[in-house]
Each structure stands twice: as C-alpha cells, then as structure tokens.
C-alpha cells in the first residue's frame, strides 16, 4: 500500500467542549474511565475516548493460572466496549504523542491480521486526534536488557497470548520427553522448565508450573521419571519476593523447595538459546523453557516522549499525577508513570494495587480542571499500601497486611483467592473463575494440546 492513509477524526461537534482521551486499556486506564462515566454521565460538553491496543482488560493476577490450566482463557479477560456506557473506544496502536500540540495518532490494520505474517507487513490506516485533556496509562513491557537472543528464545507471561502459547508449550515438551525414551539427555533437558525472576511473577509462575508439570505427569506420563523433572528458579538477588517481605520471602522458597523447586540465586542469566540457559558463573542449564520475568520497563513510545523520565525511563509524574511541564492537561499513572510515595521517598512499585487507586486521583483532577476549581483543590496521590499476596503453589500463599501482619499457608491462599475474585471486573466472570476452581478442586488437569 503506498498511499498512506491518515484521516483526522473529530469529536462531536458543537456541543464537545472538553475531550479526555485515555491510553491503555489496562487496571488504570479503566480505572480513569470509570469513574469520569459517573461524573459526566450526563454532560454533552465532556467527551471520553478510550483507545487500546487490545479490545479486552486483562486480569494478570490469575495470568499463572492460565498456563496452569485451573482458569479458562476467556474468564480473565472483559471486553472494554462492556465498560463504555459514555465514552467511545478505538481498538488501535498509539503511534505517537504531540505533547505540544495536544495530538495523538492511532494507527490500526484493515482486513485479515494474519496476512501480515504471510506477506510483507501491512501499513496501518494511521487517524489524528485532538484532546483537550490527555491520561497516560499504557503500562509497560519486558525488559530484555538489550539482549536479543533472550528475547528471542525466552517465554515471557505478561500477555493473554504469552500464556496460551507458554501452556501449548509445556504440554509439547511434555509429549516430546515421553518419546524420547533412548536420548536421557534430551529428555532431561525437555524436563527442564526455568523460570528467571524472583518477584510477585517469577514466584507465582514458578509454583503454578511446578504444581501442573508434577501433577500432568504423574497422571498421564507414565514414562516419564519424576525424577527427570526439574523445575528451577534463577534470581539475581538472594531473596525471593523482595517486594513483600524478607521472612515471607524466605517463607516462599522453603515451601517451593519442599515442593521440588530448585533454587539457584545470586545469579544471573547472561545467555539463552532454544536449548540452554548459561548462566552469570559460567554454568550452562540444558532447557527447552524458560520463561522471563526478570525485568519490565515502558515501552518506547513513553521512553521517547518529550518530557522527564527516570533513570527506567518511566514518566516522572507528580503526586497530583501530572507530567511535569503540561499541568492541568496531561495525567499519567499506572506502570509507565515514575511517582514518588511521599511516605517512604521511595518509588511506588508497578502494581494493579497503586494502579486502580492512582485512578481515582487522575479522575477527580480532570473534574476539578474541568469545573475550574482552584489548584489548592487538587489531590494528591499519597496512598500506603494496606496489604500484599502471592500464591505459591499447592494451595499455599504469602501475605502481609498493614506492613505488619504476616500470613501464609493455606488461609493466605485463600485470602488471595477471595481478595482478587472480588476485584474481578463483572459478576459473570467471577461466576466463571469459581466453576473453573470448582472444578480443578475435583477433576484432573487438562493436557489436551490445542494450537
Ligand atoms: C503475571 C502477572 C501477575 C501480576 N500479579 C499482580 C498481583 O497479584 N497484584 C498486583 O497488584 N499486580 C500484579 N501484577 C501487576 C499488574 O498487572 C500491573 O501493575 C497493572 O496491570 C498495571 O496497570 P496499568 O494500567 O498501568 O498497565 P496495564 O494493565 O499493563 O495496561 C496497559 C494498557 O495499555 C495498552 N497499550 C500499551 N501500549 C499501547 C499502545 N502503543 N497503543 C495502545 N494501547 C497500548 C495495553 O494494551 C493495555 O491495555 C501482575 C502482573 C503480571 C504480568
């Protein structure tokens, strides 16, 4: 296609005084969405555009779970046009961001996506839009550290699509080792499953594969060896889920270990192609997976945005969540957003938590602008978490509440499990996510192979 098409579209005409235009389609920006709809759910001189990538918000807590197999695909995932009662959405790519000259362009595909593949790729119908007020709320990506063979050869779980084709995966290898009975060093290196980080991820994923290799294994594989199988976790640090807590974390990698998790720290991974990690100290880990959860960072349209950054390229935003330089215009939040807890001094971490309630604070800044309200009116983001959780695996979890309280065990598990239930966006999906656990409590798991 050689004519590029980009067309400017335009709100509504005559009766549109202010226009927000909300990027990202995750925790935050539907968290932005909301509550601005209750606001000017009346109001003609207001419009919302939401713009998005994908077409759905994506519950990444129970993400483990999908590759798990004990939720079903769709049950984590809610169509955002299901959340917009006020607002128009776009399903397409943010290109770029004229801060100046408040513009954005969108970009998106026509016809079938998967010629892109088969052909060259296809050039997007790029369209322009003003707005009056813009929020920033794109999240971010994984971060490879310049390194592309990492990137090329590892399984990452960030995306809906990285869990389906992660979960394709293991049961591939899985099928693949059971064959290989003559070549012992080729089955052991299928029956290597690695995962690189040990964060809120790293730790849940590892326990949720561990718990679905094992189990599928004992079931359905009957020649494999148990003790073929290793499952490890790699970790820069020596702690496991430093975001946490220390005894918690330690907590963690005691009861993962007791489970079979092997655990190599203080170490990291250097190298990777389809077959091997090598690793900082020169070991080399023959393994057909491994799976990324080492590092995040935003992607490049926020990293080339003209305005302040941090040292991880992130949006220095103010506690009013205001891109410094564009005050009273443009918000950012979320993961992409570099905002500082005035409580500790120290960064709030990228979380659905700190997501969700920096959305409230955009929310009423824009009604205040709007309504013209003088600057002492604004809020300011000050928010002290109130409690975190992870699973671990075989029905155990990890949890601390108001910085002091400390659980695990079953009853974290259970908590964590009740917590986010709660949190999921519509009552059909939590209906769904409790017959998916209903029925992972009494069936066997699932290996069936679908491409
Ligand atoms: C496996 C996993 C487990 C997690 N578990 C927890 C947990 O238990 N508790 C917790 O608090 N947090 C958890 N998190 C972190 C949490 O998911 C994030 O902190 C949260 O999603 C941040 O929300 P956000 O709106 O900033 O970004 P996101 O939710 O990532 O949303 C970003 C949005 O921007 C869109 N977007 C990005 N680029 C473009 C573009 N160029 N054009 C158009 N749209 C674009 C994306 O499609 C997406 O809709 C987990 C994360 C993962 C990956």
Same mark, same amino acid.
């Given at each position: 296609?050689?004519?590029?098409?980009?067309?400017?579209?335009?709100?509504?005409?005559?009766?549109?005084?202010?226009?927000?235009?909300?990027?990202?389609?995750?925790?935050?920006?539907?968290?932005?969405?909301? @509550?601005?709809? /209750?606001?000017?759910?009346?109001? /003609?001189?207001?419009?919302?555009?939401?713009?998005?990538? @994908?077409?759905?918000?994506?519950?990444?807590?129970?993400?483990?779970?999908?590759?798990?197999?004990?939720?079903?695909?769709?049950?984590?995932?809610?169509?955002?046009?299901?959340?917009?009662?006020?607002?128009?959405?776009?399903?397409?790519?943010?290109?770029?961001?004229?801060?100046?000259?408040?513009?954005?362009?969108?970009?998106?595909?026509?016809?079938?996506?998967?010629?892109?593949?088969?052909?060259?790729?296809?050039?997007?119908?790029?369209?322009?839009?003003?707005?009056?007020?813009?929020?920033?709320?794109?999240?971010?990506?994984?971060?490879?550290?310049?390194?592309?063979?990492?990137?090329?050869?590892?399984?990452?779980?960030?995306?809906?699509?990285?869990?389906?084709?992660?979960?394709?995966?293991?049961?591939?290898?899985?099928?693949?080792?059971?064959?290989?009975?003559?070549?012992?060093?080729?089955?052991?290196?299928?029956?290597?499953?690695?995962?690189?980080?040990?964060?809120?991820?790293?730790?849940?994923?590892?326990?949720?594969? /561990?718990?679905?290799?094992?189990?599928?294994?004992?079931?359905?594989?009957?020649?494999?060896?148990?003790?073929?199988?290793?499952?490890?976790?790699?970790?820069?640090?020596?702690?496991?889920?430093?975001?946490?807590? $220390?005894?918690?974390?330690?907590?963690?990698?005691?009861?993962?270990?007791?489970?079979?998790?092997?655990?190599?720290?203080?170490?990291?991974?250097?190298?990777?192609? $389809?077959?091997?990690?090598?690793?900082?100290? @020169?070991?080399?880990?023959?393994?057909?997976?491994?799976?990324?959860?080492?590092?995040?960072?935003?992607?490049?349209?926020?990293?080339?945005? @003209?305005?302040?950054?941090?040292?991880?390229?992130?949006?220095?935003?103010?506690?009013?969540? $205001?891109?410094?330089?564009?005050?009273?215009?443009?918000?950012?939040?979320?993961?992409?957003?570099?905002?500082?807890?005035?409580?500790?001094?120290?960064?709030?971490?990228?979380?659905? +938590?700190?997501?969700?309630?920096?959305?409230?604070?955009?929310?009423?800044?824009?009604?205040?602008?709007?309504?013209?309200?003088? $600057?002492?009116?604004? +809020?300011?983001?000050?928010?002290?978490?109130?409690?975190?959780?992870?699973?671990?695996?075989?029905?155990?979890?990890?949890?601390?509440?108001?910085?002091?309280?400390?659980?695990?065990?079953?009853?974290?598990?259970?908590?964590?499990?009740?917590?986010?239930?709660?949190?999921?966006?519509?009552?059909?999906?939590?209906?769904?996510?409790?017959?998916?656990?209903?029925?992972?409590?009494?069936?066997?798991?699932?290996?069936? +192979?679908? +491409?």
């Amino acid at each position: 296609m050689s004519n590029k098409h980009v067309s400017k579209m335009s709100v509504k005409k005559n009766t549109v005084h202010k226009h927000i235009v909300i990027l990202g389609g995750g925790f935050s920006g539907i968290g932005v969405l909301k @509550n601005l709809q /209750n606001k000017f759910a009346h109001n /003609n001189d207001v419009q919302i555009t939401l713009i998005s990538k @994908n077409n759905f918000l994506l519950f990444t807590p129970m993400l483990p779970e999908i590759v798990s197999g004990s939720i079903e695909t769709r049950h984590i995932v809610t169509p955002l046009r299901s959340f917009c009662n006020k607002a128009s959405f776009y399903e397409a790519e943010v290109k770029s961001i004229d801060l100046d000259n408040k513009e954005i362009t969108m970009t998106h595909t026509i016809g079938r996506e998967f010629q892109r593949f088969n052909t060259e790729e296809k050039e997007g119908h790029d369209h322009k839009l003003r707005y009056d007020y813009l929020v920033i709320a794109m999240g971010n990506e994984n971060n490879f550290f310049g390194n592309e063979k990492i990137r090329e050869n590892v399984f990452t779980l960030k995306t809906i699509t990285d869990a389906i084709l992660l979960r394709n995966h293991l049961i591939k290898v899985l099928e693949q080792a059971s064959i290989e009975q003559d070549d012992k060093g080729l089955r052991k290196s299928l029956l290597t499953f690695v995962v690189v980080g040990g964060g809120f991820s790293g730790v849940e994923t590892v326990g949720a594969v /561990n718990d679905y290799i094992r189990e599928s294994v004992k079931l359905y594989y009957p020649n494999i060896y148990m003790s073929d199988v290793r499952v490890v976790l790699i970790s820069a640090t020596n702690n496991l889920l430093e975001q946490i807590d $220390e005894d918690l974390g330690r907590y963690a990698l005691e009861k993962l270990k007791v489970n079979g998790v092997e655990f190599i720290m203080d170490t990291l991974v250097k190298d990777v192609t $389809e077959d091997k990690a090598v690793l900082s100290n @020169n070991i080399v880990l023959p393994c057909y997976t491994l799976i990324w959860t080492a590092g995040v960072t935003p992607n490049k349209l926020i990293t080339d945005l @003209n305005c302040k950054h941090d040292k991880n390229h992130r949006i220095i935003t103010s506690n009013h969540l $205001e891109v410094s330089g564009y005050e009273n215009s443009v918000y950012s939040l979320g993961d992409c957003a570099s905002i500082v807890n005035p409580h500790t001094g120290k960064l709030y971490p990228p979380t659905a +938590q700190n997501a969700i309630r920096q959305s409230y604070v955009v929310s009423k800044n824009i009604i205040s602008s709007i309504k013209g309200k003088p $600057e002492k009116d604004k +809020q300011l983001f000050d928010y002290k978490s109130k409690g975190m959780m992870a699973q671990i695996g075989k029905r155990t979890g990890v949890a601390i509440f108001f910085g002091k309280i400390k659980l695990h065990g079953i009853l974290a598990w259970w908590l964590w499990r009740m917590y986010y239930l709660i949190n999921l966006p519509t009552t059909k999906k939590k209906i769904k996510v409790i017959g998916d656990w209903t029925f992972d409590f009494i069936f066997k798991p699932d290996v069936s +192979q679908i +491409q």
